[in-house]
């Protein structure tokens, strides 16, 4: 796919040839890591794209059953079923119906002389098992939250998470808390590696300056139980008399907005929460530099659904110095630190949510500089990067 397009601008741009052509040959001659993510690729898990984007020494491929957004994510090559014809994408189907597992995905990992498999989410790892040992390459699993959490209540899952945990070669998690599930569901302790998410930090300006005439208090989710917006519109309640120029915006959409959209009526809130929807990742970055706080209350939903590591907006915000109101869940507490990048409280206790947020809008710069360093240290998108590509050469042979 990509050769056609390198000759082309090769004839297009004479001048620049040598060096287009340069780099075409040393991006051929890094080994292949094949990524598995379907749908490649939701609108929020812009924290997938940047672990994939960001890669140095290797070689990014995706391997999918539905495109969606290449024009915010993209990537060349996205290999998905779509591409393959109706006869036979019926066939592979009723194998994977059959069997649990893709089918095919090997032909593309030969064609492109993969040399390991990066599944994103659980159930990716276990449906790219028969691949892995078509091809005869490793499989790193990265799990993120339902997957360990909701997923394994399933008895089917159950099952298909034991052979995952034997055959697989690494799993990935974003903190202890999410290491300490999976080794509680029975994966190897030996094959668990905390690899911390990162963000660009080129792309997310650090600022001191959080005091504005309307200060703004930001939520920045999917309307799902687990982000306990509930309770962010409580808390947010609790203080709009003390605050009465201060704002509650709201980020995301989801099952739940009808559910939320009641509860601002309930709370008399519908002239001070407005809900911005799903945006695109730079204008909620955008939203979320005008910030002087932002809320995130997550807790465990009734069918158990957690976010098992933590939610990536909670380091985008610390990167650009914008205070945390939070919850002890999950790994957040190894992301915000409590009472050094911001305050955090047990689910769904609004009321401490509320002194939070009265805390933090009466001194909102007080934690912009140690969340700043703590995501400089622990979530640089370059340094976690390179920590990732080590554990590909791990499983690889190369060290």
Request: net charge positive; with cysteine; aromatic share 8%.
């Amino acid at each position: 796919m990509t050769a056609p397009l390198v000759e082309l601008s090769l004839k297009l741009n004479p001048v620049d040839g040598a060096y287009q052509r340069d780099f075409f040959m040393r991006n051929r001659m890094k080994p292949v890591v094949a990524h598995s993510a379907n749908p490649y690729l939701p609108a929020t898990a812009t924290w997938i794209y940047d672990q994939i984007r960001a890669l140095q020494r290797y070689r990014p491929i995706v391997l999918t059953q539905t495109r969606q957004n290449l024009d915010r994510f993209p990537i060349d090559p996205v290999l998905s079923a779509e591409d393959i014809s109706p006869i036979r994408r019926t066939v592979l189907r009723l194998i994977r119906k059959m069997r649990g597992t893709y089918a095919g995905y090997e032909n593309w990992l030969r064609e492109h002389n993969a040399t390991l498999i990066h599944a994103h989410f659980g159930q990716e790892g276990y449906r790219c098992l028969s691949a892995k040992q078509r091809a005869g390459i490793p499989l790193i699993t990265t799990f993120y939250g339902l997957d360990v959490s909701a997923l394994p209540r399933q008895k089917k899952w159950q099952k298909r998470y034991k052979r995952l945990f034997a055959e697989g070669d690494l799993f990935l998690v974003e903190g202890p808390f999410m290491g300490e599930q999976l080794i509680a569901l029975g994966c190897p302790a030996n094959r668990v590696i905390v690899q911390h998410l990162g963000v660009d930090l080129d792309k997310i300006p650090f600022r001191t300056d959080h005091t504005t005439k309307q200060p703004v208090v930001l939520t920045y989710s999917v309307f799902r139980e687990k982000k306990g917006l509930k309770y962010a519109l409580q808390a947010y309640a609790k203080i709009a008399e003390k605050y009465p120029d201060a704002q509650l915006r709201m980020i995301g959409d989801g099952p739940l907005r009808p559910q939320l959209q009641a509860e601002i009526r309930k709370l008399r809130l519908e002239n001070r929460v407005k809900m911005l929807g799903l945006l695109p990742h730079p204008e909620a970055l955008e939203e979320l530099k005008r910030a002087t706080v932002l809320l995130y209350p997550s807790v465990t939903a009734s069918d158990g659904d957690t976010e098992g590591g933590a939610p990536v907006a909670l380091i985008e915000a610390m990167a650009m110095g914008v205070p945390i109101v939070s919850s002890l869940h999950a790994d957040i507490p190894e992301v915000v630190i409590d009472k050094t990048c911001g305050l955090l409280f047990p689910e769904r206790d609004v009321v401490g949510l509320a002194e939070g947020l009265d805390t933090l809008l009466s001194s909102p710069e007080q934690f912009g500089r140690a969340g700043r360093t703590h995501v400089e240290e622990q979530h640089n998108l370059e340094k976690q990067v390179k920590k990732l590509e080590a554990i590909y050469d791990r499983v690889v042979g190369k060290t």
